[in-house]
């Protein structure tokens, strides 16, 4: 027999009954179809605030893509924004000396499963790899030492260096990801948010929003006493459930509202999201990579027509942007030389892939986990789509006589000069690949 957690709690927002719901989720609750890619209307609601509090249920995914979506849709308004995530300083050090994807898998954090509450999962790994690279987020971790904790409450110290961080940076946006308990804005629980609340020097009040995720059922991976793995939990329909026909939907609580939070994101289920140790299987990656690449090779080396290749292109792609997605651009201490498998497909990619995950490789070939001559490549390729001069002289077309030539390259008397700094050969060398009989230019 399964067993369920049920959560129970009066969630009513106004202290009247249930209609009353009803008609003010219709007048207020924002649809959302896709939580990393928030609309305005989302961001109207939120510019009173300044810290956003956003309580989950640890173990589950679709906490992730809201906190990326929020902390991006700050950013792209203007606005710097640090993201704080319930993990110790002290267990991410490979990530905050390296900064890259790989470094966060490899952090005691994520690679020694030190708590088993569901945090140390694919889904909190995925945030920091989406948000380390956007340069007006800055990430921070604000969970205590277990020794600190065995002394003092841990709450009053996790809102102490929340607030060490806001007085570093007093005008940026906060947004911190934490168990649902943590984000209570009630004086009866003197939770996390409670204290940030009622702090007189940060004047928070009427500037916190703390959100709970309010869900209808589904499963988590978490340790409720009988070990970690994954529980189903649920409750009872309600109108929040049966008010709108679709799943996600965001919306801030009326003031006459007893809920001790200020909003609510609302998805109908919720999924498990695995832990990164004893799941991140290197092997089964690198096995995946392999066969992606000899697909690759074997069509472009066997003649297969254009539209059996670009089939095969097509289906490489959705593997390789599941692998991004779920573990960011794998450097070389990751996975190898089969890092170079990413740079591949989507430089076989139509440009608007290529123009999306050209950042990703750019990052990694700064933190020296990826090949800066697969960068030049693939930036040339993006430059000769958009019509503009490439700047490595790796792109060569037609001529129109059934030879190569060099596709226009920007100052192409320092063209070489610029190609030995990434270790390309001379541009004469490439040229005889192609039977180019190339001439440097005079001026």
Known sequence: MVKY???????????????????????????????????????????????????????????????????????????????????????????????????????????????????????WASIISHLKNNSRIQLFFYDINTEEEKKYDRDSLMYLNIKKQIDLHPN???????GNSHANISPDEKKMAWYLKKDKELNLAQKLCSIYHYYLQGSCMNDFGNGYQETPVGRPVNDFDTTFSFDKYFVLLSAKTTFTYTAIYYTKTVTPSLPVKNNLDLPAIKKEL??????DQKTRKSGDSAAFAGYIDSSNQVQIKSLIAKYGWMGKSLIGNYNQVLFLVIQHA?????EKYFPQLQQSVDEGESSALDLAMMQDRILMRRGVNQIYGSQVVS?????????????????????????????EEYAKYFSIEYKPPTQ
Not at 172 to 178: E, F, G, I, Q, R
Not at 350 to 354: E, F, L, R, T, V
């Open 5 to 123: 957690f049920f959560f129970f709690f009066s969630l009513s927002l106004f202290e009247v009954n249930a209609q009353s719901n009803v008609a003010y989720l219709k007048a207020n609750a924002v649809r959302m179809d896709d939580a990393e890619q928030l609309s305005d209307s989302v961001y109207h609601l939120l510019t009173p605030f300044q810290v956003f509090m956003f309580g989950e249920m640890h173990g589950t995914n679709e906490s992730a893509p809201f906190i990326i979506g929020l902390a991006n849709l700050l950013a792209s308004k203007g606005d710097t924004v640090s993201v704080g995530l319930e993990i110790p300083s002290s267990q991410m050090t490979n990530f905050i000396s390296a900064r890259t994807d790989s470094s966060i898998y490899q952090s005691n954090f994520f690679s020694n499963l030190p708590y088993a509450d569901g945090r140390e999962s694919f889904a």
């Open 172 to 178: 940026w946006k906060v947004v911190a990801l934490c």
């Open 290 to 295: 392999k066969a992606i690449y000899e697909r």
């Open 350 to 354: 139509d440009s608007a892939i290529q």
């Open 399 to 427: 001529d129109g006589n059934g030879d190569w030539k060099f596709y226009p390259i920007e100052d192409e008397k320092n063209v070489n000069t610029r190609r030995a700094k990434i270790g390309l050969q001379p541009i």
